[in-house]
């Protein structure tokens, strides 16, 4: 089965909590903070794997977890750090958060990596918050959640020659004929049910050896979710070369040929600014040889790159073969991807120093920042000094005049990030 959209959940490793402990050592009877920093959780990789073709590797599990740093412990011992989770995908893979759709990665080249999980940060252990006026901090940081998020996977098939056509115009056919590949081949519509991929041999003195997708039969409509084609669109955008096979032999291959090029436009522009080259197919039969003059002669003036072919008998192949090989680029080109070497997208944390106040729909005070979001995650509001500290960021912070202001009052809760606090009018209480 080939899988080319899947959706996943991956989970970066927690930072393990920082230590709250004193030195215990004989004839020291009143020894200072030793405790040790947690780990960092490990992080979620996307990694590009010349070896994978299809998302298949996704169908059975969809949940991802990287592993969690250790605690920190007495004298000083730091927890140990989580271990990374690479996960391997196929060249062509796009990455979308799935519940913003913002694109997080566009994955091409062989080994490119992309970071889609980061894990949390350990918690400071007591030793951090000694001074000179507070000599025995009770308070250690908690360890900062790993993000968590669910993906969807897009694979767009990295081909360097794409054939699209309408259904049983001859694709697979012409596959079959000029690679190794071995489609399933019917003559009845709708025998490729999902891409195939071949490898064309140029000649012996040629060396280069450009690939070939056959991309399911596209109907009139593919490009707004009729038919088989709309899920496979996507796989000749990153093509150089497209060959619009054309049935010869249909009752009208001039509205054929003006549909398929109609959706290839209606899906994306650009796909018509790509070399073209149009395979007047099954000129072995009657109908498509009285079809062939007046097609070449209404494509010539388009100022198309035609030429007639039967992919059954091997008419027209070698003529073929050439048309490619004259169009595609040198060796050394053709062994890099047909696009720019992916992207990975890195944006800046918004409201990493700032924040915002708003009402939840149950009328609970929603804070959203960065920086006082990890403040709340990492406090251990069991232990009274470190629930202090914390009250003590949201005024240094300006999040408490700025409740006062939007007119919240004792009993109102009030959320950040997963937390949930209560607010009275001293001190402040979890729910």
Same mark, same amino acid.
């Given at each position: 089965m080939f899988l080319d959209r899947v959706k996943i959940w991956v989970h970066a490793g927690d930072g393990g909590d920082g230590a709250a402990t004193f030195r215990q050592e004989a004839h020291v009877p009143r020894g200072g903070p030793d405790g040790g920093d947690g780990g960092r959780g490990g992080s979620v990789y996307l990694r590009v794997d010349a070896g994978q073709t299809t998302l298949r590797d996704f169908t059975h599990r969809h949940h991802y977890k990287a592993t969690s740093g250790g605690r920190g412990t007495r004298a000083r011992r730091h927890g140990s750090a989580g271990d990374d989770l690479v996960l391997d995908v196929p060249p062509g893979t796009a990455v979308y958060d799935d519940a913003t759709g *913002?694109?997080?990665?566009?994955?091409?080249?062989?080994?490119?990596?992309?970071?889609?999980?980061?894990?949390?940060?350990?918690?400071?252990?007591?030793?951090?918050?000694?001074? #000179?006026?507070?000599?025995?901090?009770?308070?250690?940081? $908690?360890?900062?959640?790993?993000?968590?998020?669910?993906?969807?996977?897009?694979? /767009?098939?990295?081909?360097?020659?794409?054939?699209?056509?309408?259904?049983?115009?001859? $694709?697979?056919?012409?596959?079959?004929?000029?690679?190794?590949?071995?489609?399933?081949?019917?003559?009845?519509?709708?025998?490729?049910?999902?891409?195939?991929?071949?490898?064309? !041999?140029?000649?012996?003195? !040629?060396?280069?050896?450009?690939?070939?997708?056959?991309?399911?039969?596209?109907?009139?409509?593919? #490009?707004?979710?009729?038919?088989?084609? %709309?899920?496979?669109?996507?796989?000749?955008?990153?093509?150089?070369?497209?060959?619009?096979?054309? !049935?010869?032999?249909? /009752?009208?291959?001039?509205?054929? %040929? *003006?549909? +398929?090029? #109609?959706?290839?436009?209606?899906?994306?522009?650009?796909?018509?600014?790509?070399? +073209?080259?149009?395979?007047?197919? $099954?000129?072995?039969? &009657?109908?498509?040889?009285?079809?062939?003059?007046?097609f070449r002669r209404a494509r010539e003036a388009e100022g198309l790159d035609v030429l007639a072919m039967s992919a059954t008998d091997g008419e027209g192949l070698a003529a073929f073969r050439a048309r490619i090989g004259a169009?595609?680029? #040198?060796?050394?080109?053709?062994?890099?991807?047909?696009? &720019?070497?992916?992207?990975?997208? %890195?944006?800046?944390?918004?409201?990493?120093?700032?924040?915002? +106040?708003?009402? !939840?729909?149950?009328?609970?005070?929603r804070v959203r920042g960065r920086r006082i979001e990890r403040a709340a995650a990492q406090t251990n509001f069991d232990v009274e000094e470190s629930a202090e500290r914390f009250q003590r960021d949201l005024a240094r912070l300006g999040i408490d005049t700025e409740l006062r202001r939007a007119g919240i009052v004792a009993g109102d809760t009030v959320r950040i990030g997963s937390t949930e606090l209560e607010w009275e009018a001293q001190p402040w209480e979890r729910v």
């Open positions: *913002e694109l997080l990665a566009d994955l091409v080249a062989v080994g490119q990596v992309a970071l889609v999980g980061r894990g949390g940060r350990g918690g400071l252990g007591n030793t951090h918050f000694k001074s #000179s006026t507070h000599q025995a901090p009770k308070h250690a940081q $908690k360890g900062e959640p790993g993000e968590e998020r669910w993906l969807r996977l897009e694979l /767009r098939l990295i081909a360097d020659v794409g054939l699209v056509g309408l259904p049983n115009a001859g $694709k697979s056919t012409l596959l079959a004929a000029v690679t190794a590949a071995t489609p399933k081949i019917a003559d009845y519509p709708f025998t490729t049910l999902e891409p195939n991929l071949g490898v064309m !041999d140029l000649g012996d003195e !040629d060396e280069r050896r450009p690939t070939i997708a056959d991309v399911p039969g596209l109907i009139e409509g593919a #490009s707004s979710g009729a038919g088989l084609g %709309h899920a496979f669109l996507r796989h000749v955008e990153r093509t150089r070369i497209l060959v619009h096979v054309v !049935d010869g032999s249909s /009752r009208d291959p001039e509205w054929d %040929h *003006e549909v +398929i090029r #109609s959706e290839l436009e209606a899906h994306d522009p650009a796909l018509l600014q790509k070399p +073209i080259v149009v395979a007047f197919n $099954k000129v072995d039969l &009657p109908p498509a040889r009285e079809a062939w003059p007046a169009i595609l680029p #040198s060796a050394e080109e053709l062994a890099g991807p047909p696009e &720019p070497s992916g992207v990975v997208i %890195h944006r800046i944390e918004a409201m990493e120093e700032g924040f915002s +106040i708003d009402r !939840d729909a149950d009328g609970a005070f």
